[in-house]
């Protein structure tokens, strides 16, 4: 059973933030409130709350009061009634949504006439994070507007440029700029390198997210049969995501685990979930996602189709997984992974590597096209799986079925030649109004991932990037979410823009709780870094608040602007368990004769008695 | 207690290569055996044992009998004497070895004569690995000394050089080069990637080490009176090392506890250990470390100088400090960290910052600085430091006192200042024949990150660099050891020499027994990613024969080649317990039916059936 205690954040409270162009759109976030600020002097500062991304739909709001059973409320429902260009009908495992006459009703299809939906508004206020609070901190710190802007443009040119060696600038009157920065404010933040043609804005507008989707650079997957779904957006210009797996294989775990382990895989953070069932009750288990998750559903439904045929691969058919692919439609899946860049005459390279084909829907269409002599029937009915999933907004995540499975294997001629079929796919699904990403590897050493990037921004036009990984090293299983998150870290600073976890269980086995909760995080750590070094506009608010009540020794505030709260407490009480600890102004690890943050603002506490004289 | 057990890798043995300059050389290693691979067609294949790096010293030898009472065998004693320049005199706290009328003893000081010392051909064996058994597998292979260059050379020729679009490629025939190269062989290695003048050689001769000693650019700290230690090497032109810190610090641990620790970081894969104890005890507990260390170990003096004047920092003196270092110089500590480059000038550019000082030596001096209003009395007798020093062979880390404790603090002014007297100092260490290295960063963002590797290869004329992480993001307490391994992987990919490795207790607590094996293993893996980015031959060996054996399906020697073998196994037990498992054709995350191994077996025995008819 889940401990309910185990799904709070402590210190953190549920608040939305109202649309504008659309009223009815109410944006989930997480604030956590935070403690003043104590002096030597006895005097208080305040500390602003701190606004963070919430995944958690319904089930991280305190009045929230639904069940497992109901499922959650559909919060899309009316957008996609008011737009009218849907009907009802008799599906083929109950009443569904569709596209009028089977066209496009796809957030691309929109974009691409102008059209900001509440969706996009969504997702914009959604990346801005507590932006504007931040904003209105300094604003009320500077009320001159003449001074405002100034003061801000002066850190950034003077951030994005060089500058010489110290010692030449100590010869300078007041030193260089650099040294003047106030970097104690909690709105300082490092300008961001873009990547590539990367273009980070100040602030995402609507407007912003629309131009971003039509280009195709970025997508929401949000099926019009999944209106309990809480926009998202992926791509490149955009904050990092990340993506959990679940999925009953055929050897281990029961429906309820699957919506618990969904629950908490979104606690800690995962932004989409791929359900990867193989085993029995695949719909069934799916339904309750479904109908219980706030976040997009990605699925293979390759894998459904194989169940269908007793796990007989010769037996697959476009037929078989056409239905497959409608009834998942029909159903509410958000996004489908499907292998059609893998084509036949790629086969035979794979011999020749060291560890062959390890994707699972790789091996099977290669299985497949080997036993008929035959094309992969998935590239042979491309624009059919298009215009059929257009009518429902389900995305496409095009497979890398020729990922390398080891380090050894990586950037090789089956892997890139699939990548460049990935991107003559991308443009044909563009132009029947689907939404595309590409998925990514694998296992590839640290200097060859950005070849993988550029090669992937120029062929695929910019697709977003979804990667597994990379996993920069073949010697850790045991260890293998770190070997990912290291090459993820930088896969993503470079443009990738979502990325799927790995649990330190990969390679040997499937992940517990602990394994999922690890994971999640390990990989928000890894796209959020990423997030810091693009320049995502208040992607650094939240270390520089972790980092000044670290430094003032707000134990409590430092425990709840973590990542994982829970485990910060329990790390620290560890050593130090009693009550008063948390008030300390030292720490274990130095005891309080050495320790440097005492020491320093000691320091601190000179430099300004010294101004001040 | 320590479970033995624990200790000891499965499936591996402990091995000696002999040195041929010096025959009294006997390099240990670890080699792990290895099953047949068996084929579908009933035939086996032999793999060859795989030998790895191994720093455990005699405690990973079973046939040692010794105990932590006794200490370890003196190894380099005779090499010591035989050189005829050192003198035995009564030290502070008994007998000690120093340079005759207290001249230079250093390895850098031979290596600036031209000799080759049994150290260093000890390391050039080391670095190597089992790269002589690798090539004679290849020479065996291809017996024909004119074929077999050729053959090499038209790997590395294709590998070198890009590469057009995969659908050009195919328009030739034959494919191109990249299509034809066999990654299934062991001893397939990507070309390396080298930065700003790195000079991986193909081989490590005893030359290449005396030259990258003799330059800077590489030290082996190996106090004379440290006999017990094994050499190694840090340099940016070899294998990336990592340190563990231990220490008894005021609020914890014991002696023997201590003791206990430096074997099991050892075992996990240490390559050097800072004993960092700042309790009462100091002196005994370093005196049973360093008895009982195969690993360099390394202190930061005035830690034991603070405790002599009873934690007042208004006390201590240069004289207090400096008996401190004749003492431990004396004891055998073979590095010591120096915040000689903190200069009193920089320290009122903290104040402006996120989390000022975080380094403890660093507050330690700011605090003193500010106090006495007097420049770092470290700076001010930079030179007799160095020569007191260099009669011992003790190597000198230069301390970043200043390094950032947040990213926003990343690569201020303070941080840099101090970063380029670092370097003068380095400078004026080589003079008097000190082996130096440079202490780094710290927390900096992911993008910022190659600003400092870059600045110090310059501005400190490419001596070792040696970081503490760097932490990419400050918002994931609990998990440190990951922020710290993202950052490591890539500033070592850069140049950086060694990485000192972070618990994911950092910022919390102290670490136990998991928390050290989890960061061991953890930097460990980012220095083996790098390593291979970097082209360290033979670094991809250990990756090609564990990927080989995943993909045969061989779990054992999957385990065992793996940096954590008992993580490994115990992860795949808990989801397959039973022996058979490990003899089975798939494994718990896929299931039989979707076995993507399995699959693309059955597609490589179809080419090679279509290739042989």
């Not at 507007?145 to 040119?157: G, H, I, N, T």
């Not at 390890?358 to 998935?378: C, D, P, Q, T, Y």
């Not at 990922?403 to 001629?413: C, E, K, L, Q």
């Not at 425990?559 to 009480?573: C, I, M, T």
């Given at each position: 059973m889940m401990n309910t205690d185990d799904l709070k954040y402590?210190?953190?409270?549920r ?13 989930a976030?997480r ?22 991304y919430d995944v958690s739909g319904p089930w991280g709001d305190e009045s929230f009061s639904g069940d497992v059973e109901k499922g959650l409320p559909k919060l899309r429902e ?13 599906g083929l495992t109950g009443k569904a ?124 997957p949000a099926n019009i049969n999944h209106p309990e779904c809480e926009p998202m ?8 995501k990340i993506n959990a797996n679940i999925g009953n294989s055929a050897l281990g775990s029961s429906i309820e685990e699957e919506v618990e382990k969904l629950r908490w895989g979104l606690h800690w953070g995962a932004d989409t979930v791929m359900d990867l069932s193989t085993g029995k009750n695949i719909h069934r288990t799916r339904e309750w996602i479904l109908r219980n998750s706030p976040a997009p559903i990605g699925t293979v439904p390759?894998y459904q189709?194989?169940e ?16 497959t692919?409608?009834e998942q439609a029909e159903q509410g899946v958000d996004y489908v992974t ?22 699972r ?31 429902y907004?389900v995305g496409?995540s ?83 979410h ?16 979502m990325?799927c976890y790995v649990t330190r269980k990969e390679?040997?086995g499937l992940p517990d709780r602990e394994d999922v909760r690890e994971g999640v995080v390990?990989y928000k ?39 994982d709260?829970h ?47």
């Amino acid at each position: 059973m889940m401990n309910t205690d185990d799904l709070k954040y402590p210190g953190s409270r549920r608040i939305y933030v109202n649309g504008t162009l659309h009223p009815s759109v109410k944006v989930a976030m997480r604030e956590v409130v935070l403690e003043d600020s104590l002096f030597p002097d006895g005097t208080k500062e305040r500390n602003e709350p701190v606004r963070v991304y919430d995944v958690s739909g319904p089930w991280g709001d305190e009045s929230f009061s639904g069940d497992v059973e109901k499922g959650l409320p559909k919060l899309r429902e009316p957008w996609i009634a008011e737009r009218g260009d849907v009907e009802v009908y008799d599906g083929l495992t109950g009443k569904a949504l569709r596209g009028k006459g089977g066209k496009p009703v796809t957030q691309r299809h929109y974009a691409r006439q102008g059209i900001i939906t509440p969706e996009m508004e969504y997702v914009a206020i959604r990346e801005n994070l507590g932006r504007e609070q931040a904003f209105k901190a300094v604003y009320d710190r500077f009320p001159s507007e003449k001074s405002r802007p100034q003061e801000a443009q002066e850190v950034l040119d003077y951030l994005g440029t060089g500058m010489g060696r110290p010692s030449d600038l100590e010869k300078e009157p007041g030193f260089s700029t650099r040294s003047l920065t106030q970097r104690a404010r909690l709105d300082y933040q490092h300008v961001g390198e873009s990547w590539k043609g990367g273009r980070m804005p100040a602030f995402f507008t609507p407007e912003f997210v629309r131009e971003e989707i039509a280009s195709g650079r970025a997508l929401i997957p949000a099926n019009i049969n999944h209106p309990e779904c809480e926009p998202m957006i992926i791509g490149r210009n955009f904050l990092v995501k990340i993506n959990a797996n679940i999925g009953n294989s055929a050897l281990g775990s029961s429906i309820e685990e699957e919506v618990e382990k969904l629950r908490w895989g979104l606690h800690w953070g995962a932004d989409t979930v791929m359900d990867l069932s193989t085993g029995k009750n695949i719909h069934r288990t799916r339904e309750w996602i479904l109908r219980n998750s706030p976040a997009p559903i990605g699925t293979v439904p390759i894998y459904q189709s194989l169940e269908k045929v007793g796990g007989m691969v010769e037996h697959l058919s476009w037929e078989i997984f056409r239905d497959t692919l409608i009834e998942q439609a029909e159903q509410g899946v958000d996004y489908v992974t499907v292998h059609a860049a893998l084509l036949q005459r790629f086969v035979p390279h794979t011999a020749r590597r060291m560890t062959g084909i390890v994707s699972r829907g790789g091996s099977i269409m290669a299985k497949w096209s080997m036993i008929h002599g035959r094309e992969n029937f998935l590239y042979d009915h491309w624009d059919e799986i298009c215009e059929l999933l257009a009518a429902y907004d389900v995305g496409i995540s095009i497979g890398d079925g020729l990922r390398p499975g080891s380090v050894a294997d990586a950037n090789d001629f089956s892997q890139l030649a699939e990548l460049e079929i990935q991107g003559d796919l991308t443009k044909r699904a563009w132009d029947r109004g689907v939404q595309i990403m590409n998925e990514g590897p694998g296992h590839v050493p640290l200097h060859l991932i950005r070849e993988n990037m550029s090669k992937q921004l120029e062929w695929c036009f910019e697709a977003p990037f979804y990667t597994l990984g990379p996993l920069v090293s073949d010697i850790a299983p045991g260890y293998d979410h770190i070997t990912g998150a290291v090459g993820g870290a930088i896969i993503a600073q470079e443009g990738c823009a979502m990325l799927c976890y790995v649990t330190r269980k990969e390679h040997l086995g499937l992940p517990d709780r602990e394994d999922v909760r690890e994971g999640v995080v390990t990989y928000k750590l890894a796209a959020h870094a990423a997030d810091i070094a693009k320049g995502h506009p208040g992607a650094q608010v939240r270390d520089n608040a972790l980092s000044k009540a670290r430094f003032e020794f707000r134990w409590e505030d430092q425990f709840n602007l973590s990542l994982d709260p829970h485990r910060a407490r329990a790390f620290h009480d560890l050593t130090l368990p009693h009550a008063g600890a948390k008030k300390a102004h030292f720490c274990s690890m130095c005891g309080p004769n050495f320790c440097a943050m005492k020491l320093t603002q000691e320091v601190r506490e000179a430099e300004r008695n010294a101004n001040d004289a």
